[in-house]
């Protein structure tokens, strides 16, 4: 297993910038974007283009809102960095798309993810938000998420070699 940073925290904490700045650091001939949004509105829209433009020009951006196990594995390598933003995304979109159908297929691909991870032979960067810090959610998607969200950032947590929790823009390493 390659080096694994999860670096996780609340909503505007300065997750998404400390892990480009971090990925920047890498040596690496390749650096690739795995995004996860898929943006519904105009509002989102801006906001992913205001993330595109955080990046340099090393970076190649692939979006994929589903597979990221599959995207793990595919460009994962000792000479390319891989920066996933952001898992709970990864999660919406999967609720978004399985929750009535197949509401397994989340821990199903979690799972996916980890061994992606695990098999990784080169480095990885996620970023995900803490959800277990708020009050229990009032609907019964919202908990859901709220359990997915949580259930995934334990399992990356544990396989992490690294993990760093954002806190106002400062990073508190935690392993």
């Given at each position: 297993?390659s080096?694994?940073?999860?670096v996780?925290?609340?909503?505007r904490?300065?997750?998404?910038?400390?892990?480009?700045?971090?990925?920047e650091?890498?040596?690496?001939?390749?650096?690739?974007?795995?995004?996860?949004?898929?943006p519904?509105?105009?509002?989102?829209?801006?906001?992913?283009?205001?993330?595109?433009?955080?990046?340099?020009?090393?970076?190649?951006?692939?979006?994929?809102?589903?597979?990221?196990?599959?995207?793990?594995?595919?460009?994962?390598?000792?000479?390319?960095?891989?920066?996933?933003?952001?898992?709970?995304?990864?999660i919406?979109?999967?609720?978004?798309?399985?929750?009535?159908?197949?509401?397994?297929?989340?821990?199903?691909r979690?799972?996916?993810?980890?061994?992606?991870?695990?098999?990784?032979?080169?480095?990885?960067?996620?970023?995900?938000?803490?959800?277990g810090?708020?009050?229990?959610?009032e609907?019964r998607?919202?908990?859901?998420?709220?359990?997915?969200?949580?259930a995934?950032n334990?399992?990356?947590?544990?396989?992490?070699?690294?993990?760093?929790?954002?806190?106002?823009?400062?990073p508190?390493k935690?392993?």
């Amino acid at each position: 297993m390659s080096d694994i940073l999860l670096v996780i925290g609340g909503c505007r904490s300065g997750k998404s910038g400390y892990a480009l700045e971090t990925a920047e650091k890498i040596d690496a001939r390749r650096h690739i974007f795995v995004a996860t949004c898929q943006p519904h509105d105009d509002e989102m829209r801006q906001r992913v283009e205001a993330h595109k433009r955080q990046r340099s020009s090393r970076w190649h951006t692939i979006e994929e809102p589903l597979a990221l196990p599959e995207a793990i594995q595919t460009h994962a390598s000792p000479d390319t960095a891989v920066l996933v933003d952001c898992l709970t995304l990864w999660i919406n979109n999967l609720l978004f798309q399985f929750a009535d159908s197949r509401p397994d297929e989340m821990a199903i691909r979690t799972d996916r993810m980890i061994r992606a991870l695990q098999e990784a032979s080169g480095p990885v960067i996620l970023v995900s938000n803490e959800v277990g810090t708020g009050i229990v959610p009032e609907n019964r998607l919202a908990r859901m998420f709220r359990d997915a969200a949580g259930a995934a950032n334990q399992q990356v947590a544990a396989v992490a070699t690294s993990v760093f929790w954002m806190v106002a823009g400062i990073p508190v390493k935690i392993k």
